[in-house]
């Protein structure tokens, strides 16, 4: 497979700006997996890991926006494209507010943390791989609407999925602060923490939405 994809790049060679759009999605995938990694060691209490993927994420952001910039103005150049210029903007911009959103987070574990008990560690374990789920299907949602809308319906679909089972884990983990013995401030920052994760996952849903929207009005 990987050989008839080189050959057909070969003869018909992709557009510098989908390989941008394709890059800036790669570097969303691997923000969002170190805000996965961040929040696992948060529940094991391993607080060398999300001090080296905080630092990690800080210049895997700065290359994304870097890639804005250049989507930004390659989108100027005469090079033929599906999507209009303003949808071409769109894609980007939701791009780089879900990666803002993912390190928003991430910044906020690296200044201040506290000790998780295993009880809402074992709850956070549960749930916390859609977050790296998420990374792997906005990538495949990128690369689908520049050459496969079937698959970006599917990809869509996925999507929408971790949204739901967002909904289930969130709910027992808040469940379990307030069952549980927890300190005032900490409590406060775990239904902070929930409500950035939310965003940050409500904000790649409306993403996804908007994508179902693009590929209704460049379907003939």
Same mark, same amino acid.
């Given at each position: 497979?990987?050989?008839?994809?080189k050959?057909?790049?070969?003869?018909?060679?992709?557009?510098?700006l989908?390989e941008?759009?394709?890059?800036?999605?790669k570097d969303?995938?691997k923000?969002l997996?170190?805000?996965?990694? !961040?929040l696992?060691?948060? !529940?094991?209490?391993e607080?060398?890991?999300?001090?080296?993927?905080?630092?990690?994420?800080?210049?895997?952001e700065?290359?994304?926006?870097d890639?804005?910039?250049?989507?930004?103005?390659?989108?100027?150049?005469?090079e033929?494209?599906?999507f209009s210029?303003e949808?071409?903007?769109?894609?980007?911009?939701?791009?780089?507010?879900?990666g803002?959103?993912?390190?928003?987070?991430?910044?906020?574990?690296?200044?201040?943390?506290p000790?998780?008990?295993?009880?809402?560690?074992?709850i /956070?374990?549960?749930?916390?791989?859609?977050?790296?789920d998420?990374?792997?299907?906005?990538?495949e949602?990128?690369?689908a609407?520049?050459?496969?809308f079937?698959?970006?319906k599917n990809?869509?679909?996925?999507?929408?999925?971790?949204?739901r089972? /967002?909904?289930?884990?969130?709910?027992?983990?808040l469940e379990?602060?307030?069952?549980?013995e927890?300190?005032?401030?900490?409590i406060?920052?775990?239904?902070?923490l /929930?409500?950035n994760?939310?965003?940050?996952?409500?904000?790649?849903?409306?993403?996804?939405?908007?994508a179902?929207k693009?590929?209704?009005?460049?379907?003939?």
């Amino acid at each position: 497979m990987k050989i008839v994809e080189k050959i057909k790049g070969l003869v018909s060679p992709k557009p510098a700006l989908i390989e941008l759009f394709e890059d800036a999605a790669k570097d969303l995938q691997k923000i969002l997996n170190s805000l996965y990694r !961040c929040l696992e060691a948060l !529940c094991k209490q391993e607080s060398g890991v999300i001090e080296k993927k905080a630092k990690k994420t800080i210049s895997d952001e700065l290359h994304l926006h870097d890639l804005y910039h250049k989507i930004i103005q390659q989108m100027y150049t005469r090079e033929t494209m599906n999507f209009s210029r303003e949808d071409r903007q769109y894609i980007a911009n939701q791009l780089l507010e879900i990666g803002d959103s993912a390190d928003f987070v991430i910044r906020r574990l690296r200044a201040y943390r506290p000790n998780m008990s295993p009880i809402l560690g074992d709850i /956070m374990l549960a749930g916390i791989g859609d977050i790296k789920d998420l990374g792997k299907y906005l990538k495949e949602l990128v690369r689908a609407l520049f050459n496969n809308f079937e698959k970006a319906k599917n990809t869509i679909w996925e999507i929408h999925h971790i949204q739901r089972n /967002m909904w289930v884990y969130e709910v027992d983990f808040l469940e379990a602060i307030y069952t549980t013995e927890q300190k005032v401030e900490d409590i406060i920052y775990y239904e902070i923490l /929930m409500r950035n994760l939310r965003r940050t996952i409500l904000i790649a849903v409306r993403f996804a939405d908007g994508a179902r929207k693009l590929i209704l009005k460049y379907t003939l």
